[in-house]
């Protein structure tokens, strides 16, 4: 399992510290938060790939937090999983209707809470069934870092790999340049939003090699596009 950070909020530390060993094991990083405030914190340095959502936290609580994450644009295609003492089939509904992807209940086995997370994944676009994803004739291999048009391999930097990866796992969608700040370079970061034009240039200019500069669209005054459909 290649390096994804999943974020742990869970208030109890003996649970917590579970998670977060059964994770590592699992070849996951991931990163701990005893409550939704140090977890916005851990959020704001590093956007996680997924997040362990304790239902029952002190302040904020798990469910409450997960509402706002999901109306927050940058946040909405965050997979979260509700984790909750309760097996109530209601607050199973209720969990699954605030947006969260999966919700489990304790205890679990670390075997179960691992598949979950990896189906989760998967289901979200992160993880692809194999290391390959083909759009038409393009084909980019997330294992050898490759991305080559009709058999021949383009010559990208590691940030424009990035950038392709996401544009392939999400075609067809408008994104701001913002949006493609928070998901490809992460919040953290701070760059200024024309080194993305800089970057999308290059890809068009690469793209262009093969006649194919048309697959990054501009969306006039709000931002880009990858599409096929041209
Ligand atoms: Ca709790």
């Known amino acids: 399992m290649s390096n994804f950070n999943i974020l742990v909020v869970e208030d109890e530390d003996a649970i917590r510290r579970m998670l977060m060993m059964v994770l590592e094991q699992a070849g996951f990083m991931p990163i701990a938060a005893a409550d939704a405030e140090e977890a916005q914190r851990a959020m704001d340095e590093t956007l996680p790939d997924l997040i362990l959502l304790d239902w029952m936290l002190p302040g904020i ?15 909405r295609e965050l997979p979260i999983i509700l ?6 089939e209601e607050d199973k509904v209720k969990g699954l209707e605030i947006g969260a992807d999966d919700y489990m209940t304790k205890p679990f086995s670390p075997k179960e809470l691992i598949a979950r997370i990896r189906a989760v994944l998967r289901r979200s676009g992160k993880i692809q069934g194999q290391a390959q994803i083909v759009l038409g004739d393009l084909v980019l291999d997330t294992e050898q870092h490759r ?25 067809d969608k408008v994104y701001s340049r913002t949006q ?23 890809l068009r200019k690469i793209l262009g090699e093969y006649g194919r500069e048309d697959l990054v669209q ?6 880009y596009r990858f599409s096929l459909a041209g």
């Open 180 to 202: 493609l700040l928070d998901q490809v370079w992460g919040r953290s970061v701070y760059i200024e939003e024309r080194t993305i034009d800089v970057h999308i240039r290059r």
């Open 61 to 75: 609580s798990g469910v409450e937090w997960a509402r706002r994450l999901k109306k927050e644009p940058i946040y």
């Open 147 to 171: 991305l080559s048009i009709r058999d021949k391999q383009l010559e990208v930097s590691p940030t424009e790999f990035r950038l392709m990866q996401f544009f392939m796992t999400h075609p």
């Open 83 to 88: 984790l909750t003492a309760r097996g109530e």
């Open 218 to 223: 501009t969306v006039r005054g709000f931002g």
